[in-house]
């Protein structure tokens, strides 16, 4: 049986690597992503154990869980609209090397971006 005090400090844990996560998403750089990625994984896991203890025994007061639930799916909104923004920044800024890199065609189109093709073996 698990306390209250430890499903609400497993949600406020979980809420701390949200936070985290936002915050790297602020300025987000090459590495961003790897970064995000442990703190995700330690927020699922809190929300996980949170999960098992409520199934196992439901709070007497339904609302109090739904509140914090609620909190952390507003702040994963959040991770993922910053997400979004980064995903489609890096995505324009693709387009606008690979503009740099091939010119233009006749019609104003960015050319086609056709890298040379390798092969590397190892071992």
Same mark, same amino acid.
């Given at each position: +049986?698990?306390?209250?005090?430890? #499903? &609400? $400090? ?10 985290? /996560?936002? !915050? ?5 750089? %090459?590495? $961003? @992503? ?6 995700? *994984?330690?927020?699922?896991? @809190?929300?996980? &154990?949170? *999960? +098992?203890? /409520? #199934?196992? *025994? ?7 869980? #739904? ?7 507003? *702040?994963?909104?959040?991770? $993922? ?13 693709? !387009? ?8 233009? $065609? %006749?019609?104003?189109? %960015?050319?086609?971006?056709?890298? &040379?093709? #390798?092969?590397? /073996?190892?071992?």
């Amino acid at each position: +049986m698990k306390t209250i005090t430890e #499903r &609400r $400090t497993w949600v406020s844990e979980a809420r701390q690597e949200i936070a985290a /996560v936002r !915050q790297l998403l602020r300025s987000p750089g %090459p590495d $961003t @992503y790897d970064r995000c990625r442990p703190r995700l *994984e330690l927020a699922i896991g @809190y929300l996980e &154990r949170f *999960e +098992m203890a /409520v #199934r196992a *025994e439901p709070f007497s007061n339904q609302q109090h869980a #739904r509140r914090e639930l609620e909190g952390i799916r507003r *702040e994963l909104e959040q991770v $993922t609209a910053l997400i979004n923004g980064a995903a489609a920044f890096y995505q324009g800024l693709g !387009q606008i090397v690979a503009a740099a890199a091939t010119g233009y $065609t %006749p019609a104003g189109h %960015p050319g086609v971006w056709q890298p &040379r093709a #390798r092969l590397a /073996v190892e071992g």
